[in-house]
């Protein structure tokens, strides 16, 4: 059997009985990424050098005792927006297409220190904005279940990564569910942390008051272990949250009996695919025949969701990209005549039109006049959202809705409506506005073959509820195919 078909916790479990090496797992990964990549796009970099050189250092590691961890030799692709210590890191924008940082984010250190072995760094949506992985300035990343649709976004490098089997497990970072839509329409599992559960030192910020780190795999089994290893307290992060409850693995049983689970009808209505519709709702069923108590409710606010969104995370993407000045690092334009022309045209010529969008919207609701009308209404909203959430889990323990209105569109169709692609995002965003945890994984396939995604959302530090229901769902819907199996 290849390498490939293994989850990252089978693979691990391999290497440590001897059956096989962390060497042999990077050498299959670079095969593999050298045979589809050209298809599917999925990387910005790939160093084999350094992969196979952190390789045979592990491997040592693990022969030597030093090194037990259920992720130690597993192959890793990281999002491009997460700083790696001498290894080019873009956010997928030309203004820094020459950075290679003196450090490595916190969550990557946590990775390595588990023995975890970086393959290169994923494509994804210019500084994580966007739903499609359309907007970066090297190319669009393809859907391995059909290349004529897209991946998701803004980490659907990584999630196409993991389903075309170019890597065994990915880190990406979910602002207004970036993690969570592109799993839904390549088919993996894909999980947001609670806010402050993974350290965002080292993530280049786009939203820093809802960024958050959080895997994307193949399966939940997997997902708990990456974000048993990611997650930790960190002095160098202000929001970062000292837990004591990180030991998710524990929370893997097969078992929903009295849980309660709540369907907000708001996520059941106008726009959402018919074919998406029943196949969510189908698993809600399969988890009540598990002994789930299962309950339609509204949760109301959800209209106000996406403006306030959209509002809150381009005020706060205006101000962190003001470090992007063709100074410090990064692009500088080449013909200029004094400073002020050259921060103009550096910044011009290095940002994409999707980041000059929403620079120029978060620029707007902060200006005087308009913050008191929109950026600080925005943030009394979102604070209503959160109301909203915390009454609902007073009632349950799990909210069940889609991760997406529909399977993933065809290449194209998004860009051509800035709108349309924002309102994609409806079932994702509120979970960030309110710092919640949630996970996504396959429970179906449209009519056309594309997976189709189930969202769990849990209440602030949960997420061992999560993952129980989850895994649960998981059992007994069976095994679900990765992309790359079905196209191989």
Not at 9 to 20: H, R, S, W
């Amino acid at each position: 059997m290849s390498l490939l078909n293994m989850t990252a916790v089978e693979l691990a479990a391999a290497i440590k009985e001897g059956k096989t090496t962390a060497v042999d797992a990077v050498r299959e990964s670079l095969e593999r990424i050298e045979e589809k990549e050209a298809l599917y796009h999925c990387y910005v970099t790939v160093d084999k050098e350094s992969a196979l050189a952190q390789a045979e250092r592990v491997q040592a590691k693990i022969e030597a005792g030093e090194l037990n961890s259920p992720l130690a030799g597993v192959p890793v692709a990281i999002k491009d927006n997460m700083c790696t210590e001498g290894m080019l890191t873009t956010c997928s924008s030309k203004i820094l297409g020459n950075f290679i940082p003196a450090y490595s984010a916190e969550a990557v250190l946590n990775l390595q220190k588990a023995g975890a072995v970086i393959l290169g760094k994923t494509n994804m949506d210019e500084f994580a904005m966007g739903s499609t992985t359309e907007t970066s300035a090297f190319g669009v990343t393809k859907n391995p279940w059909n290349p004529e649709h897209v991946p998701g976004g803004s980490s659907g490098g990584s999630a196409a990564a993991v389903a075309a089997g170019e890597c065994f497990y990915a880190l990406g970072s979910d602002t207004g569910g970036s993690i969570r839509q592109p799993a839904s329409f390549c088919g993996v599992v894909g999980m947001k942390p609670t806010y402050g559960t993974v350290s965002r030192y080292g993530l280049i910020a786009y939203g820093s008051s809802l960024d958050q780190i959080g895997p994307l795999a193949q399966d939940v089994t997997d997902c708990a272990a990456i974000l048993e290893a990611i997650a930790s307290h960190d002095e160098k992060d202000s929001t970062s949250i000292d837990r004591q409850d990180t030991d998710f693995t524990k929370a893997l049983t097969d078992d929903v009996k009295g849980m309660r689970i709540g369907i907000p009808n708001d996520y059941f209505g106008e726009g959402l695919d018919a074919e998406v519709k029943d196949a969510v709702l189908q698993s809600a069923k399969t988890l009540e025949e598990k002994g789930a108590i299962v309950e339609r409710f509204d949760l109301s606010l959800v209209d106000y969701a996406i403006p306030t969104y959209y509002t809150i995370a381009a005020a706060e993407a205006s101000s962190n990209l003001e470090r992007f000045d063709g100074i410090k690092y990064g692009y500088r334009t080449k013909d200029y005549a004094g400073l002020h022309n050259m921060y103009k045209k550096s910044r011009s010529e290095g940002f994409g039109e999707e980041v000059k969008r929403r620079i120029m919207l978060g620029s707007f609701v902060l200006s005087s006049g308009y913050y008191d009308a929109y950026y600080l209404k925005a943030l009394k909203v979102k604070a209503l959202i959160k109301k909203a959430f915390d009454e609902a889990f007073e009632r349950f323990d799990v909210i069940l809705g889609p991760a997406a209105p529909t399977t993933a569109p065809k290449l194209g169709a998004s860009l051509a409506d800035p709108i349309k692609m924002y309102l994609g995002d409806i079932y994702t965003i509120a979970v960030n506005l309110a710092g919640l945890p949630g996970i996504c994984l396959p429970c179906g396939k449209d009519k056309a073959g594309l997976p189709i995604g189930l969202q769990l959302i849990g209440d602030c530090f949960q997420e061992k509820k999560l993952i129980q229901t989850a895994y649960t769902y998981e059992k007994a819907r069976g095994a679900f195919p990765v992309a790359a199996k079905e196209v191989r």
